[in-house]
């Protein structure tokens, strides 16, 4: 007698789908096939059972740039959302002040999505200082769970130059650590910021043009150069051109490696957005691009040029955006909105498009939006959806097979997915703690219906029922032979 039989949906997994009973017990997936006995049903005809999602790219509760605007989602508020759309595992970052070690760093954001988190998580670790100290800590980290490490070549207070991206990569090379490379060209942003700025440029509009695809290109070249030197595996975030993915493809045809990842903003938006009213809520690196490079992405998803499909979650209410909170101005719980504390104007006019904190909404929006122009579009099948929504992802990152697929022993992280159900997209019936979604108007067909993470229902019938606080750290091995 199983505790849960999720009965009669189409099982989806890497590679295979068929009709059959899911058996759920202590939290695990313990059975697939037919007429299971349950002490708890779950009726899934009809729906597609899928591993549930895994986002391996988000930044909850993120003090972002110089005045540390805060992402308005914290471990609580955004956890709950991405559950609501389907996905059981996030990865998020540590960022390591400059009076703390990285080891400190982990143990404190480790805490905090502990005490808060309603799914289970993984951490990446930011490696922007390469001091003889931290480059010490690099097995420690590793040690820890936590293998893989986000390097930006942009970003005054994140950036690493080439000579110490490589002195990184060789540490990561030495002890079986995977890096993240946000690939941009820092000098060209630079320049091309400064020129805007001296011609008194200010609209977002702007951010675009200074975010150029031939700059991701190169940057994406150079840093899988130096990974090729170094002789560590790398993965690079957000790819988000046609340039980039190219550079990225001639990489692997040359037997490296790496692979990439790519959102759904890039996926589903273009760069039109930036003429309309609402440009500066786009403000994100790298910007939305042309209709080209969108085909262009959806083309390497579906033939394998790209991995998998990350959100890089980082959201700003208006007020936020706008210069007058540095934190969000209420936080929505599955109880209600509330608003929170009054606070002083961080900026007395709205920033220039250079000052807007950058990032977008996502982590509730990413299986439904990938199913929807992936999968009803007809250019993913049902089995690739969940290589790029779950699979892939856990194998890259160490998680599989306990999470990404629907096998015993895996954990009963389970998605009942409704193809039929029909979504428009609206900030307000999200439970993202934000008041705008980049995908706000998009009518979807396909959600999220029922949601489990380690056998216990988060989700049921479109309905909240989890509770927060419940997530798991997930230490993860090294990832020795991925180079
Ligand atoms: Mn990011």
């Known amino acids: 007698m199983f505790d849960i039989v999720v009965r009669g949906g189409t099982v989806v997994t890497d590679g295979a789908e ?15 096939g037919e007429r299971l006995a349950g002490r708890r049903e779950l009726d899934a005809r009809g729906t597609l059972v899928l591993p549930g999602g895994i986002d391996p790219h988000v930044h909850l509760a993120y003090p972002q740039g110089p005045a ?3 992402s308005a989602d914290d471990w609580q508020t955004g956890t709950i959302a991405a559950a609501c759309g389907g996905t059981t ?3 998020d970052f540590v960022e390591a002040r400059a009076d703390e070690t990285w080891m400190a760093a982990l143990a404190a954001r480790r805490a905090e999505a502990e005490a808060a988190a309603a799914i289970d998580f993984g951490l990446h670790m930011t490696f922007h200082r390469t001091d003889p100290r931290s480059l010490a800590e690099v097995p420690e980290v590793i040690a820890a769970g936590v293998p893989s490490f986000k390097f930006y ?4 207070g994140l950036r690493l130059d080439d000579g110490e991206l490589l002195a990184g990569f060789e540490a990561l090379a030495a002890h079986g650590g995977l890096a993240l490379v946000h690939a941009e060209n820092h000098d060209v942003i630079r320049h091309l910021v400064a020129h805007h700025r001296r011609a008194g440029h200010t609209h977002a509009a702007f951010h675009p043009l200074c975010h150029p695809a031939t700059g991701e290109a190169e940057a994406t070249e150079r840093a899988l150069a130096l990974a090729a030197i170094a002789g560590n595996p ?3 975030v957000h790819v988000s051109a046609e340039a980039g993915l190219a550079a990225l493809a001639r990489a692997r045809a040359g037997g490296q490696a790496a692979t990439g990842e790519v959102c759904p903003q890039h996926l589903v938006l273009t760069d039109a957005v930036y003429a309309g009213a609402d440009a500066d809520l786009f403000a994100m690196a790298p910007p939305l691009r042309r209709d080209s490079d969108r085909e262009a992405l959806w083309a390497a998803l579906r033939d394998g040029g790209l991995d998998f499909v990350v959100t890089d979650h980082c959201p700003f209410t208006r007020a936020q955006r706008r210069g007058q909170r540095r934190t969000p101005e209420f936080r929505r719980t599955p109880a209600g909105v509330q608003p929170t504390a009054p ?17 977008g909404a996502g982590i509730e929006t990413r299986m439904a939006l990938v199913h929807h122009f992936g999968v009803t579009a007809g250019r993913l099948s049902p089995s690739r959806f969940v290589e790029v929504t779950s699979a892939a992802a856990a194998r890259r990152f160490g998680l599989y097979p306990r999470k990404g697929t629907l096998a015993p022993w895996a954990d009963a992280d389970v998605v009942l997915f409704d193809r039929e159900r029909e979504v428009a997209i609206s900030a307000e019936r999200l439970h993202q703690n934000v008041d705008h979604t980049p995908f706000e108007g998009l009518t979807v067909r396909g959600w999220p219906r029922t949601v489990l993470s380690r056998g216990e229902l988060l989700v049921h019938d479109f309905e909240w029922v989890g509770s927060a606080g419940r997530g798991r750290f997930l230490a993860r091995g090294p990832v020795a032979g991925l180079a």
């Not at 059959?20 to 059975?31: E, N």
């Open 18 to 32: 068929r009709v059959a009973d899911v058996g759920i017990l202590d939290g695990r997936v313990a059975a697939l």
């Open 68 to 70: 540390r605007v805060v």
């Open 89 to 91: 595992t996030v990865i």
């Open 153 to 156: 070549m942009a970003y005054d």
């Open 234 to 236: 790398v993965h690079v």
């Open 343 to 359: 606070e002083e104007p961080w900026s007395a006019t709205p920033p220039s498009f250079d000052r807007l904190p950058g990032g």
